[in-house]
């Protein structure tokens, strides 16, 4: 019986402590400079086309390490990354209209806390907004994507962890995201001081 | 010798289903497919798989592989996998005024096993899930859950999944379309 009791405290010590590493792990990402919360951008609950992906840091290690022969180049920007959070979603007008003030929110906290806005583009049905997060050695450490069509759908991007300009493209040309087409090697801002 | 080895494979492949854990899918994995079908509403539902493949018919599986030509490739994979289970339902008569949607509820449930999300799409009459349970930097196991209107499809994984993707993108390659998602 004792042995019992043991080991049912054993497994809840295990349960509890493994619980507890997770949700450090997020706190961690959270306080993250490059990390952006998206939390006040709903899902509509009656979008009739959606995809969220949410990869962490373990995962995107793990691909790495397993992708590392056969492309080198996307291996070494995933092993340096710690989260890469997709979230699109099928919108109609009135929903554009209201997802566009809490983007104008996100917008003035970002600039408070020096996110350097890389593209704009505003036009009548269209609305993108791509801000990247410098450290102090000007490595990026942070990417935020929010665009939206009118009528047709909204994208939320967030890459966490240190990356550069030309992997941003390769990472959208891996994932299919359609606004990292700005991030072309012509368009390196290193190129472009040339 | 011939028969021999026949009763010795005849014995495990026994006692393996007799084993807890096997064949047989367990209960929450049933509790799950079971939440997915109220929100689909009534519907007939026809089970055309639903099986658990434990660690017992795993090594007896890996046994007899080690009699075929195939061996070397099948073991590699089948000693990092150490449980299966495979839910295919046939779903009839659907209502086809209610959104195919996968229930938050099973984000929840899954979330207390250890599950966290890392693709969720839904598309117009489909959805699809990837849950993965990481354990330090180790994928321990997946959870993929795929529901149309026509089909439910339910597949957990467990195992030492890391070293499996590794080996299979190694051997395979990663190309786009079979990992679009990740």
């Not at chain 1, 566009?100 to 906290?109: N, R, T």
């Not at chain 2, 795929?146 to 499996?164: A, Y």
């Given at each position: 019986m004792k042995r019992f009791n043991f080991l049912i405290i054993m497994l809840l010590i295990f349960i509890t402590t493994s619980t507890c590493l997770i949700a450090d792990d997020d706190k961690d990402l959270k306080k993250h400079p490059g990390y952006v919360n998206f939390d006040e951008i709903d899902i509509p609950k009656d979008a009739e086309e959606t995809v969220e992906v949410y990869v962490r840091g373990p995962l995107l290690r793990l691909i790495a390490k397993a992708t590392e022969h056969e492309d080198p180049g996307v291996s070494e920007i995933l092993e340096k990354l710690l989260l890469i959070r997709v979230n699109t979603f099928s919108i109609d007008a009135g929903q554009a209209d209201n997802l566009k003030p809490k983007i104008s929110k996100i917008e003035k906290d970002l600039e408070k806390q020096?996110?350097?806005?890389?593209v704009r583009v505003k036009e009548r049905e269209e609305l993108v907004n791509i801000y990247m997060k410098l450290d102090d050695k000007d490595r990026i450490v942070g990417l935020v994507v929010m665009a939206i069509e009118d009528g047709d759908e909204a994208v939320f991007v967030n890459i966490v962890g240190e990356t550069d300009w030309e992997a941003i493209g390769k990472i959208g040309r891996k994932l299919d995201i359609?606004?990292?087409?700005?991030?072309s090697e012509d368009d390196s801002p290193r190129k472009r001081r040339k | 010798m011939k028969t021999k080895m026949l009763a010795i494979i005849l014995i495990s492949f026994l006692g393996a289903c007799f084993?807890?854990?096997?064949v047989f899918v367990s209960s929450d994995f049933r509790h799950t497919k079971n939440l997915i079908l109220d929100e689909i509403g009534p519907a007939d539902v026809d089970t055309e798989v639903q099986i658990q493949i434990g660690p017992g018919i795993i090594s007896m599986g890996s046994f007899i592989v080690?009699?075929?030509?195939a061996r070397d490739e099948a073991l590699k994979y089948l000693r990092d996998i150490r449980n299966v289970q495979v839910g295919v339902y046939h779903l009839q008569?659907?209502?086809?005024?209610?959104p195919i949607k996968i229930p938050d509820k099973i984000a929840e449930k899954l979330a207390r096993k250890g599950y966290e999300p890392m693709v969720k799409v839904k598309e117009r009459g489909s959805a699809v899930w990837v849950m993965t349970k990481m354990r330090r930097d180790r994928l321990q196991s997946l959870y993929v859950i795929s529901l149309e209107r026509g089909e439910l499809v339910l597949v957990e994984v467990e195992g030492r999944l890391d070293r499996l993707i590794e080996k299979a993108i190694r051997e395979h390659g990663f190309h786009k379309g079979e990992f679009m998602n990740i």
């Amino acid at each position: 019986m004792k042995r019992f009791n043991f080991l049912i405290i054993m497994l809840l010590i295990f349960i509890t402590t493994s619980t507890c590493l997770i949700a450090d792990d997020d706190k961690d990402l959270k306080k993250h400079p490059g990390y952006v919360n998206f939390d006040e951008i709903d899902i509509p609950k009656d979008a009739e086309e959606t995809v969220e992906v949410y990869v962490r840091g373990p995962l995107l290690r793990l691909i790495a390490k397993a992708t590392e022969h056969e492309d080198p180049g996307v291996s070494e920007i995933l092993e340096k990354l710690l989260l890469i959070r997709v979230n699109t979603f099928s919108i109609d007008a009135g929903q554009a209209d209201n997802l566009k003030p809490k983007i104008s929110k996100i917008e003035k906290d970002l600039e408070k806390q020096k996110w350097e806005k890389v593209v704009r583009v505003k036009e009548r049905e269209e609305l993108v907004n791509i801000y990247m997060k410098l450290d102090d050695k000007d490595r990026i450490v942070g990417l935020v994507v929010m665009a939206i069509e009118d009528g047709d759908e909204a994208v939320f991007v967030n890459i966490v962890g240190e990356t550069d300009w030309e992997a941003i493209g390769k990472i959208g040309r891996k994932l299919d995201i359609d606004e990292f087409r700005y991030f072309s090697e012509d368009d390196s801002p290193r190129k472009r001081r040339k | 010798m011939k028969t021999k080895m026949l009763a010795i494979i005849l014995i495990s492949f026994l006692g393996a289903c007799f084993l807890p854990g096997c064949v047989f899918v367990s209960s929450d994995f049933r509790h799950t497919k079971n939440l997915i079908l109220d929100e689909i509403g009534p519907a007939d539902v026809d089970t055309e798989v639903q099986i658990q493949i434990g660690p017992g018919i795993i090594s007896m599986g890996s046994f007899i592989v080690s009699f075929t030509d195939a061996r070397d490739e099948a073991l590699k994979y089948l000693r990092d996998i150490r449980n299966v289970q495979v839910g295919v339902y046939h779903l009839q008569d659907v209502d086809r005024s209610r959104p195919i949607k996968i229930p938050d509820k099973i984000a929840e449930k899954l979330a207390r096993k250890g599950y966290e999300p890392m693709v969720k799409v839904k598309e117009r009459g489909s959805a699809v899930w990837v849950m993965t349970k990481m354990r330090r930097d180790r994928l321990q196991s997946l959870y993929v859950i795929s529901l149309e209107r026509g089909e439910l499809v339910l597949v957990e994984v467990e195992g030492r999944l890391d070293r499996l993707i590794e080996k299979a993108i190694r051997e395979h390659g990663f190309h786009k379309g079979e990992f679009m998602n990740i």
